[in-house]
């Protein structure tokens, strides 16, 4: 005993219009997604400063270094100094001249707070003119060249 019930409109109406409801609940979605991960998406990167590709500048007759070693102790020239000393010597070492450029140079573990200390110190000592030093090395354009044509040689 089957029956069926007859509609009148056996044909069904197409929709030629497109329902976005569905598209902007997943365009906000992916947005809210994105917002999130962006700035988790940014990472520290680790930066190894010692050398430079820098033109070396001409040296002075006699320069003045400062020296931070591992252990973070200071040595003006090849003697070692308190931080406490620092001033005096620096005033002994350039008979007070407070524009003589000191070439601040650091092992390189010490880390960028140690190192910004002792510019601290120079900077309340009166020393502004600091120059950093580093290893010197070929830009990498040249350093690559150099490579290849060492591997080619027997």
Known sequence: MAARLQHSDDDFTEA????????????LVLLIIFM?????????????????????QPRPDKPLFLSVQ??????????PVKREALAA???QATKEDKQ?????????????????????LLR????????????ES???ALQAEQ??????RP
Do not use: C
Not at 100 to 120: C, E, P, Q, T
């Open 36 to 56: 999130v991960a962006a700035p988790l998406s940014t990472v520290d990167v680790m930066v190894d400063l010692p050398a430079s590709t820098a033109a070396p």
């Open 124 to 135: 309340a000592a009166g020393y502004l003119k600091i120059a950093l030093v580093g290893l």
């Open 70 to 79: 591992k252990d973070l102790q200071l040595s003006l020239g090849d003697n």
């Open 16 to 27: 030629h219009e497109i329902n976005v409801t569905p598209f902007i609940d997943v365009m």
């Open 147 to 152: 490579d290849d044509a060492a591997g080619s």
């Open 100 to 120: 003589a450029r000191i070439f601040l140079r650091a092992d390189k573990v010490v880390d960028y707070g140690a190192l910004m200390d002792v510019m601290n």
């Open 138 to 140: 070929a830009p990498p």
């Open 89 to 91: 010597a620096l005033d």
